[in-house]
């Protein structure tokens, strides 16, 4: 895993501006701490930090391949797992290796089928390759887009880059936002194409962008397609538990440490027992997969549920470990380091944005840091409630009839920092959310025969997996690369994804319940208390330090002018009088954002114009 920028122009030669490539690449060194690289031609830069998983020898980058005496140049960040085969394939086709790397491969593969090559790729992963022959940029970014690629335009060509901050470091970037930028920021419908920043893009999920001297064209190479569903109930039980199994284990692959995250919670601790269970055939019976999961110091005496949460989580997970019989370990924070500025900081120049989900944030910022001393690879079980029907949109009848994207009956306005009552009109979110709904909605794919329930659950599973997963692995990207650390997101395989979607609701729901085939295909491999645990997110602290620690945070943030151009300083002064020692869920998320926005506003000091 690792970090990429670079550019290519027909209006400058890029050997003369090293220090720029140079600057791009230093931005990204969190993600790649192991080892970096430039490499300069007449119509472009390219720069690549490494964090070194497979063949640390061979693998350094950016990777050349000569023909003749024109370059094709590969800058590359994540892992193709199905390298191997391609790789055999290739080598029957008359193509050399000089590494054991999957980075090679994609170079050669693309040296053998050009820009078809990404047909063949099974993986997560973003990369950029200069084809001197055609003097031709090709950016391509995985189906689901685990792995991030940004884009935006410079005199005469393009300049990419795994993050936003390396752009910036081009001369002719700078950090501006707008009023479409905060729109698409502040209304929570994480779309992808435009982000925050004025004329900074992202490549689409499953999309390449390639400019060349006729310019730029974009193009999705796989989306979500609608097909019927010939499996009967066993059968697809089966096909999803040889699914599950083949995407966990083909995720093992690494020379260097690796660890699972277990939380004690039906998604994570599937995922953990086959992997652990793939570990011990590969490297003998002894074998034991270590496993993490965070915890507060006040959650065992003080727990208590809410919205979001339904029980401790830490039981659960040193039950699991032991069934499953890994080497378990819990981190536990303290969640007055939660509070402490430095951390924040770097969460949010992790994110290149203010908006996050605070203290949610900096605990996996931390609990990452404290894995990264161990291994540095890491499974998920991220993505299985989008997948498979998990999250309570997809069962409660208020979410079902609402016309409008499902989480914000959670994550909605009680949630969103209030904005100034000026830039609200300016904005019109309500309007915005009303146009993207209808647009997300035509964009879903259909078979003729759905049924009503079909048609509805079909829509809310599109998009859960269009947009609301996009800021899960945004934030699992971000703050884990922050660290050192690669995640890898089993339930992200695309034919998972492919099979699941087109699996009837009957079957998804047939035990009544949240992820009934998951449920159904990981019998045998956790213990029953997890296997009929309900669904429970990602932990917070309920420590009462912690509430008026934040108090203190967002009344200094509200102290800002720039903070009051943009914030409702009178409803957020509402919430920081409330009489409430602890803050419900979404009130207390309007503080951490608008603490979270005085951090950015300092760090990034944008132009911002509307």
């Given at each position: 895993m690792c970090g990429i920028t670079g550019w290519a122009s027909f209006r400058h030669n890029a050997r003369d501006r090293r220090p720029v490539i140079e600057a791009m690449t230093a931005t990204l060194a969190r993600r790649g701490p192991d080892a970096g690289g430039v490499w300069l031609g007449a119509g472009a830069a390219l720069g690549h930090r490494r964090l070194s998983v497979l063949d640390p020898v061979g693998g350094a980058q950016p990777m050349t391949d000569r023909h003749a005496d024109r370059a094709v140049v590969l800058s590359y960040s994540g892992e193709v797992y199905n390298h191997h085969q391609l790789r055999a394939e290739l080598r029957s086709l008359g193509h050399e290796f000089d590494t054991r790397s999957d980075t090679e491969t994609v170079l050669r593969g693309y040296r053998q089928w050009g820009e078809a090559v990404v047909d063949r790729l099974e993986g997560m992963y973003a990369f950029a390759i200069w084809d001197e022959r055609h003097?031709?940029?090709?950016?391509?970014?995985?189906?689901?887009?685990?792995?991030?690629?940004?884009?935006?335009?410079?005199?005469?060509?393009?300049?990419?880059?795994?993050?936003?901050?390396?752009?910036?470091?081009?001369?002719?970037?700078?950090?501006?936002?707008?009023?479409?930028?905060?729109?698409?920021?502040?209304?929570?419908?994480?779309?992808?194409?435009?982000?925050?920043?004025?004329?900074?893009?992202?490549?689409?999920?499953?999309?390449?962008?390639?400019?060349?001297?006729?310019?730029l064209r974009e193009h999705r190479y796989w989306q979500l397609t609608a097909h019927p569903h010939r499996d009967d109930p066993a059968t697809t039980v089966e096909r999803v538990r040889h699914l599950v199994d083949q995407a966990a284990r083909t995720r093992l692959e690494a020379d260097v440490p690796l660890c699972s995250l277990l939380s004690g919670g039906l998604d994570s601790t599937v995922i953990t027992a086959l992997a652990a269970d793939e570990l011990r055939r590969r490297e003998g019976s002894a074998r034991r997969l270590r496993s993490f999961a965070v915890d507060y110091s006040d959650q065992a005496e003080k727990f208590t549920g809410d919205v979001l949460r339904t029980g401790h989580d830490t039981p659960f997970a040193i039950e699991a470990g032991a069934f499953i019989g890994t080497e378990h370990a819990t981190v536990v924070l303290d969640p007055?380091?939660?509070?402490?500025?430095?951390?924040?900081?770097?969460?949010?120049?992790?994110?290149?944005?203010?908006?996050?989900?605070?203290?949610?944030?900096?605990?996996?910022?931390?609990?990452?840091?404290?894995?990264?001393?161990?291994?540095?690879?890491?499974?998920?079980?991220?993505?299985?409630?989008?997948?498979?029907?998990?999250?309570?949109?997809?069962?409660?009848?208020?979410?079902?009839?609402?016309?409008?994207?499902?989480?914000?009956?959670?994550?909605?306005?009680?949630?969103?920092?209030?904005?100034?009552?000026?830039?609200?009109?300016?904005?019109?979110?309500?309007?915005?959310?009303?146009?993207?709904?209808?647009?997300?909605?035509?964009?879903?794919?259909?078979?003729?025969?759905?049924?009503?329930?079909?048609?509805?659950?079909?829509?809310?599973?599109?998009?859960?997996?269009?947009?609301?997963?996009?800021?899960?692995?945004?934030?699992?990207?971000r703050l884990s690369m922050a660290q050192g650390l690669e995640v890898r997101v089993p339930y992200c395989d695309?034919?998972?994804?492919?099979?699941?979607?087109?699996?009837?609701?009957?079957?998804?729901?047939?035990?009544?319940?949240?992820?009934?085939?998951?449920?159904?295909?990981?019998?045998?491999?956790?213990?029953?208390?997890?296997?009929?645990?309900?669904?429970?997110?990602?932990?917070?602290?309920?420590?009462?330090?912690?509430?008026?620690?934040?108090?203190?945070?967002?009344?200094?943030?509200?102290?800002?002018?720039?903070?009051?151009?943009?914030a409702d300083e009178g409803a957020l002064r509402a919430t920081l009088d409330s009489p409430e020692e602890r803050l419900p869920w979404g009130q207390r998320l309007r503080l951490e954002r608008v603490v979270d926005l005085a951090l950015w506003l300092d760090q990034y000091r944008p132009t911002i114009s509307l």
């Open positions: 003097e031709r940029l090709l950016l391509v970014r995985d189906r689901l887009g685990v792995k991030p690629l940004h884009w935006a335009r410079i005199e005469g060509g393009l300049a990419f880059a795994s993050e936003p901050k390396a752009l910036f470091a081009h001369p002719e970037l700078d950090p501006r936002v707008d009023a479409a930028g905060l729109r698409e920021a502040y209304s929570l419908l994480f779309g992808t194409g435009a982000t925050l920043w004025a004329g900074v893009q992202e490549v689409q999920p499953g999309g390449l962008v390639t400019f060349d001297r006729s310019g007055r380091a939660l509070l402490d500025p430095e951390h924040r900081r770097a969460v949010v120049a992790a994110r290149d944005s203010p908006i996050g989900v605070g203290d949610m944030d900096t605990s996996l910022y931390l609990l990452f840091g404290e894995i990264r001393a161990h291994a540095t690879v890491a499974l998920s079980g991220e993505a299985a409630d989008e997948v498979f029907g998990g999250y309570p949109w997809f069962h409660r009848p208020e979410a079902l009839a609402a016309r409008t994207f499902p989480w914000l009956l959670v994550t909605g306005d009680e949630a969103a920092m209030p904005l100034h009552p000026d830039l609200a009109a300016t904005l019109r979110i309500g309007e915005f959310r009303a146009d993207s709904y209808r647009d997300a909605l035509a964009a879903v794919p259909h078979l003729d025969d759905e049924s009503p329930v079909e048609h509805r659950q079909r829509e809310l599973q599109h998009l859960s997996l269009t947009r609301w997963l996009r800021q899960l692995l945004h934030r699992k990207d695309h034919r998972l994804v492919e099979y699941a979607f087109n699996t009837p609701w009957s079957l998804k729901s047939d035990d009544g319940r949240e992820k009934s085939l998951l449920r159904a295909a990981g019998q045998g491999l956790a213990p029953g208390s997890v296997l009929r645990r309900p669904k429970n997110h990602y932990p917070a602290t309920h420590h009462p330090d912690y509430d008026h620690g934040l108090r203190q945070l967002a009344r200094q943030a509200l102290d800002l002018p720039q903070v009051r151009d943009i």
